[in-house]
């Protein structure tokens, strides 16, 4: 996995080592729609990740009404690794797709998630 700080780049290439294309890259953290890391409603699994990510709240030149306030809760949505994604222009055609046809990134999700235990997964010890 890239580094939770990886540049739109190096998240690729990480995953493109793993046999994904940028398509599959840019599904996987789809998933972090649900969790703690801001993006839409924690218990819900839908394409809020997306949406999110074309909007950049942490974004002062994208959102220049945004007061400091503002800026400062969007710094806390997602990882560094996920706000890259946003500004990447291969990565944009996927993030914007999926974050206008759901059943979309739900079709294609399901296929990677199946690609992903098919491949199968090491963890390190920490």
Known sequence: MPAESASAASTKSAFRALGYTTRETICLPGA???GGKRFGEPYVFD????RTLLVRPWDSAKNSSATTDDLEMGSHVGLTSDKNLATDDESLEFINLYAVDQNLWFRQFTEMYVKMTE???TWRDT
């Open 47 to 50: 394409n809020a990740y997306y």
């Open 119 to 121: 491949i199968g997964a």
């Open 32 to 34: 972090h729609t649900i």
